[in-house]
Nanobody, 119 residues
Framework: QVQLVESGGGLVQPGGSLRLSCAAS????????MAWYRQAPGKQRELVAS???????NYADSVKGRFTIARDNNKNTLLLQMNSLKPEDTAVYYC?????????????WGQGTQVTVSS
C-alpha cells in the first residue's frame, strides 16, 4: 500500500507565498512522474506542475514564473513553492505520483490540502 500525504496549505494574502509538501510512503520500488493538481470550486481538476524522476519539469501557463516544483528522490518527497499568489490560485491542491510497486505501475493521489488566497 502506498500513501501520499500533503501538508503546507492555508490562508495567505494576495502576493504572498506558500510551500506545499507531499510525502510518499509504503511499498515503493520507484516513482516516475510526480505532480501537483488543483481543483477550485465548480471547476475541473487541472495540472499545476509535474516533474520526472530525472528532474524534467512542466508547468501550467497560469503558474509559470511563480511556482516551482521540486522533488527529493531519496526521500520520496515532492514540493511546490508558490510565490506571488493570486486569488485565482485558491483551490484544493493534490499530490499525485506514478509509482512502481510489486504489482506493477499505479497512480496514487493524496487527500488534498486547501490553499486560500484572500485579503
Amino acid at each position: 500500500q502506498v500513501q501520499l500525504v500533503e501538508s503546507g496549505g492555508g490562508l495567505v494574502q494576495p502576493g504572498g507565498s506558500l510551500r506545499l509538501s507531499c510525502a510518499a510512503s509504503g511499498s515503493i520500488f520507484s516513482i516516475d512522474v510526480m505532480a501537483w493538481y488543483r481543483q477550485a470550486p465548480g471547476k475541473q481538476r487541472e495540472l499545476v506542475a509535474s516533474i520526472t524522476n530525472g528532474g524534467r519539469t512542466n508547468y501550467a501557463d497560469s503558474v509559470k514564473g511563480r511556482f516551482t516544483i521540486a522533488r527529493d528522490n531519496n526521500k520520496n518527497t515532492l514540493l511546490l513553492q508558490m510565490n506571488s499568489l493570486k486569488p485565482e490560485d485558491t483551490a484544493v491542491y493534490y499530490c499525485a505520483a506514478n509509482v512502481v510497486v510489486a504489482a506493477g505501475r499505479r497512480d496514487y493521489w493524496g487527500q488534498g490540502t486547501q490553499v486560500t488566497v484572500s485579503s
